[in-house]
């Protein structure tokens, strides 16, 4: 019975996976364009609520740390319930939450939808990294974490210029039924998945709570300082940590932690993620209010450097099976360094370097997911990869998170009138050029700290 079973479940994988990595594809490109095409209009809601930068940045913050906990929440569910069930879940919320800002009458409401938005969107990672680490062999891992890397960087890239088209067209309120969009790739999830049994097992609702709570509370630290938050922040991860430690089976393993190449594997991951983040937040920001360009324009600027980063997102992913993604990982870190220093030099002048700009950054990004992800899985036990793939989401997400909250206080507090870099071109964007190139110095200690840890690495297939 048990080798019947085995063998359907060797043909079945190998009668859908390819059309499995095609819708994920497409899910994978809603779920971030809906992050990204919401950046463009950050500049039209701020003036439609009268708020600051960091207020306005809710809209992108909250959706990213709903995503991070939500990605890691649904893989630690794909232990227990079906990956169709949570699929369904995942899309049919996506769709609820792109309802309520569609019809939002306040700044209150349209935070709602967007993080219904983000519990649906949440789940399309989960699967996403799962697919290629269970049903390809190591030689084809980086293949198809390229096509995901691409999927998500042509949805980062594509979202500003949809959001810049929409809202300069329409009305910002518009992305929200562009985001419906996804609700095209519920049928055929429940065509290909198999809606399997639940399994045996159980899922720690305690420790989930306390890391969300200490999440929140660190992220309103960065944009409202209070003492109740400090506490709440405090009280939570330690709270999380005794749960972990003592639970049976625990929201976070520990021992995975203990796995020095999977550690460090995960902070160059957060630093990554958090820096390319940078550009998604900075560059609408810089073009809207230092270069004075409308939306359409801004989305048209950022448009190339998007479609640069889909079409080499897969070459990355090709790279790292041949050459290796340790490698890789190299190649994706210099272009993002190189690329930053580029936009502290060009803030505030030429469009046309700043899109090129744009283009060496979006390749390092692209680079960075397919291979990193494939870097992490070499360091991970076959029987943890489900759980390690999941902090790696969460991780990379609240590192999104975290960049825009502390990028938009920075906007807040300064007004810079002397410039970091002695190349930077233009005054009025020296707040910009400033913040680039404090980028590009967590770039630098990021390429360190890499080669500190994977000199000579040999991981499972390297």
Known sequence: MQQQKGALQTRIDESVRTKLVAVLSVALFFSVMNGSMFVVALPDIARQFALLPSQ???????????????????????????????????????????????????????????????????????????????????????????????????????????????????????????????????????LWLADEPKKDGSFDFIGAVTLAAAA?????????????????????????????????????????????????????????????????????????????LNTAIIGMVMFPGAMSAAIMGRQGGKLADRKGSVSVVYMALALLLLGFIALSTFAGSSIYLIALSLIVGNTGFAFIQAALAKVVSTTLPHEQAGVGMGIYNLMNFMAGALSVAILSKFLDLSSSTTAINPLALKPAAFIYSNLFFGLAMVTLVNISLFYYTFKGFKGTGE
Not at 172 to 186: A, C, D
Not at 249 to 258: K, S
């Open 56 to 190: 306005a940045g809710w809209v992108i913050a909250g959706y990213a740390i709903i995503f991070a906990l939500g990605s890691m929440t649904y893989g630690k569910l794909a232990d227990i319930y079906s990956l169709r069930r949570l699929i369904t879940v995942g899309v049919l919320l996506f769709a609820v939450g792109s309802l309520i800002g569609f019809f939002s009458n306040g700044f209150a409401m349209l935070i709602v939808g967007r993080l219904v938005q983000s519990l649906g969107a949440s789940a399309i990672p989960a699967l996403a990294m799962l697919i290629p680490i269970r049903y390809f062999p190591f030689s084809e891992r980086g293949r198809v974490l390229g096509i995901a890397a691409s999927s998500i960087a042509f949805g980062a890239g594509i979202g500003p210029l949809t959001g810049g088209l929409v809202t300069g067209l329409w009305h910002w309120r518009y992305l929200f039924l562009v985001s419906l969009g996804m609700s095209i790739t519920l049928p055929f999830f429940r």
């Open 216 to 292: 929140a509370a660190l992220l309103l630290l960065i944009t409202n300082y209070s003492l109740l938050l400090v506490i709440v922040a405090i009280v939570s991860f330690g709270l999380f940590l005794i749960r972990v430690n003592r639970a049976r089976n625990p929201f976070i393993q520990p021992a995975l932690l203990a796995n020095r190449y999977y550690r460090n594997a995960l902070i160059s991951g957060f630093l990554a993620m958090g820096t390319a983040f940078g550009i998604m937040f900075l560059v609408p920001l810089m073009l809207s209010n230092a270069n004075q």
